[in-house]
Nanobody
Framework: QVQLVESGGGLVQPGGSLRLSCVAS????????MGWYRQAPGKQRELVAA???????NYADSVKGRFTISRDNAKNTMYLQMNVLKPEDTAIYYC????????WGQGTQVTVSS
């Protein structure tokens, strides 16, 4: 079992920045991919960014050049640095881990509005 706890969401003005954190616990040795997803009202959950063991990353086209995903293995923590935020980035952001099964955090709200 893997437990994931997100933090760092909030209200920010367009053009601003936020950093999300996801702390993993439990059978973290079994994790091979971690990522961030988001779900806006009335829309399907979508992949924002992912990072695999070894450090390779991939991003949704809509966030390339603005968001950066990273991991600190010593702290069992994954981050999502979000810059130049836009109103369309407003969503609940979920931490995800793939191990022998799939695990989700509870989500953290990000609202981009003036």
């Amino acid at each position: 079992q893997v437990q994931l706890v997100e933090s760092g969401g909030g209200l920010v003005q367009p053009g601003g920045s936020l950093r999300l954190s996801c702390v993993a616990s439990g059978s973290i040795f079994s994790i091979n991919v971690m990522g961030w997803y988001r779900q806006a009202p009335g829309k399907q959950r979508e992949l924002v960014a992912a990072i695999i063991n070894g450090g390779s990353t991939n991003y949704a086209d809509s966030v390339k050049g603005r968001f950066t995903i990273s991991r600190d293995n010593a702290k069992n923590t994954m981050y999502l640095q979000m810059n130049v935020l836009k109103p369309e980035d407003t969503a609940i952001y979920y931490c995800h881990a793939r191990a022998t099964s799939y695990y989700w955090g509870q989500g953290t709200q990000v609202t981009v509005s003036s």
